[in-house]
């Protein structure tokens, strides 16, 4: 049973361009929560997606946005990047009937912009 | 959801016992304790979560007094690869849930 994939592992980019990071969630999993994770901090809410649908927004701009797949797997889209976006992201996926707050989270892709 | 104060940083040696405490003074009703461990360049991996009392698994152990405001996760006899960040959260079950995650408590465990 694979667990949370995402790609790629690690991305550089200019400050100004776009990027596009993926997800697939835990088989059986439906929801899709994304989290940034600055260097010595705590991971960050992003936002999540269940049902194609962004269900929960964090303190982010709407230079994030995110889109999700029928198969459940998940897009993050990062426009105008600055250098303050360098971060690792996490895909988290869970299932909200399941109750509770476990989720499971992939590596991560590791973003670098300069 | 509630917010948790936990210590930035512990020390410990093999084979001892840890103990880390979470204080969660505004807790809900509706609320549960829920700990995840990292490694670094690694995602959170859930590791217990509990209601009152105290809940055990392979992994370790959450003890949550009567007033639930604060918790304690227990870990039996650490090992080197238990050297991670261990954050305490706070949420209500059910629903669409977001980890709403603090600094956590870097674990160093020594030789």
């Known amino acids: 049973d694979a667990g949370v994939t995402q790609s790629p592992t690690h991305l550089i980019k200019t400050r100004g361009q776009q990027v596009t990071l993926r997800c697939s969630p835990k088989?059986?999993?439906?929801?899709v929560s994304w989290y940034q994770q600055a260097l010595g901090q705590g991971p960050q809410f992003i936002f999540q997606y269940y049902e194609e649908e962004e269900r929960q927004r964090g303190n982010f701009p709407d230079r994030f946005s995110g889109h999700q797949f029928p198969n459940y797997s998940s897009e993050l889209n990062v426009n105008a990047l600055l250098l303050g976006d360098s971060a690792l992201y996490l895909c988290?996926?869970?299932?909200?009937?399941?109750?509770?707050?476990?989720?499971?989270f992939g590596p991560g892709t590791r973003l670098t912009v300069t | 959801l509630a917010k948790t104060t936990q210590p930035i940083s512990m020390d410990s040696y093999e084979g001892q016992e840890v103990n880390i405490t979470c204080s969660h003074n505004?807790?809900?009703?509706?609320?549960?304790i829920t700990w995840y461990q990292q490694f670094p360049s690694q995602g959170p991996r859930f590791i217990i979560q509990?209601?009152?009392t105290k809940v055990t698994n392979e992994v370790a152990s959450l003890f949550i007094p009567a007033d639930r405001k604060s918790s304690t996760l227990s870990l039996p006899r650490v090992s080197l690869s238990d050297t991670a960040v261990y954050y305490c959260l706070v949420g209500t079950a059910g629903g669409y849930n977001k980890l709403i995650f603090g600094a956590g408590t870097r674990l160093a465990v020594h030789p």
């Open positions: 505004n807790i809900a009703t509706n609320d549960y």
């Open positions: 088989s059986g999993h439906d929801t």
């Open positions: 509990g209601y009152k």
């Open positions: 988290a996926s869970s299932w909200p009937r399941g109750g509770f707050l476990e989720q499971y």
